[in-house]
């Protein structure tokens, strides 16, 4: 497995694969990688005869500084599991390799997307995230990009960039890894104490019930979200940021419960912010 740190260097990769026409995969990840991550991986590993990780926690997606001060970093473990699961490329670039200081600001939006769900009560967290993603874009210069479902606001954001900008890339969704007990596996879980992981379970456990009464037959948009929300509030220590249905691809609320939804929420459980998406069809 080849790491590279510089921009040069890793161009130097790219030109060669793309002589000899390799098909490159890339899953951009901002490292304490889990199975989750491996699931990217081995889904680009079946599609392309290169697969490139990239581990960089970018700061420009940060709307709370703390989050950012907070978040792990476990790059020896990460470049481990890597290697073991068969990685070609590692990209670990330094913040001042991807944001000189002589950068001119850049600032890139897709409003109608990003002024929902996160978007509401992150500002500026996918702009930044647009900002590092077409960056990586560039410097990998990928046939497929691979992103998880459970970030599916970023998933969807991602995939009209690259179709609004005609980016030469596909973007595939790669459906979300759980725990044995349903909670979407997440870097953030690590930081939640043994009672907050434990409440954390009423997060699954909603969706479960979401599919449950959607199938009993619940037809009210508002008795359905009022059912929802009371079981998250059950557990001591958690406060719902949101709990929104969408339209899975303009993420503007819906008005009533038919055909496909997106039923997107996140919570805090204690100081973790953790946020789970599952489209669901209404019968
Ligand atoms: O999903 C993530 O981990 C990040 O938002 C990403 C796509 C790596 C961009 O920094």
Redesign the pocket.
């Known amino acids: 497995m080849i790491v590279v740190s510089e921009i040069a260097d890793l161009k130097t990769i790219i030109s060669e694969w793309k002589q000899n026409q390799e098909t490159i995969g890339f899953c951009?990840?901002?490292g304490t990688l889990h199975d989750g991550h491996m699931d990217l991986v081995k889904t680009s590993k079946g599609q392309c005869t290169k697969t490139i990780v990239?581990i960089?926690i970018?700061p420009t997606?940060f709307n709370d500084p703390k989050d950012f001060d907070a978040y792990p970093k476990n790059t020896e473990s990460d470049l481990k599991l890597c290697e073991e699961h068969g990685v070609d490329l590692v990209f670990l670039p330094s913040v001042e390799v991807i944001y000189p200081k002589s950068q001119t600001p850049i600032q890139m939006s897709i409003p109608s997307l990003q002024t929902t769900l996160c978007g509401r009560t992150r500002p500026g967290h996918f702009e930044g995230?647009l900002q590092?993603?077409s960056k990586l874009f560039h410097l990998t210069e990928p046939n497929y990009g691979f992103?998880?479902l459970k970030?599916y606001q970023?998933y969807r954001i991602i995939s009209a960039m690259v179709e609004e900008l005609n980016f030469p890339i596909r973007i595939l969704g790669v459906p979300t890894k759980r725990e044995s007990d349903g909670l979407a596996m997440s870097s953030r879980n690590l930081r939640l104490s043994p009672k907050d992981r434990e409440t954390a379970s009423l997060i699954p456990r909603m969706f479960q019930l979401a599919k449950k009464t959607l199938l009993g037959g619940e037809k009210n948009l508002i008795v359905w979200k009022e059912i929802l929300t009371d079981f998250l509030l059950t557990g001591s220590n958690v406060k719902i940021d949101y709990l929104e249905i969408v339209d899975p691809i303009t993420l503007q609320p819906l008005s009533n419960l038919n055909g496909e939804l997106l039923l997107a929420t996140a919570v805090f459980v204690g100081e973790v912010r953790l946020i789970d998406n599952e489209v669901l069809v209404s019968p």
């Open positions: 951009p990840t901002m990239s960089f970018n997606q995230v590092i993603v992103f998880g970030d970023q």
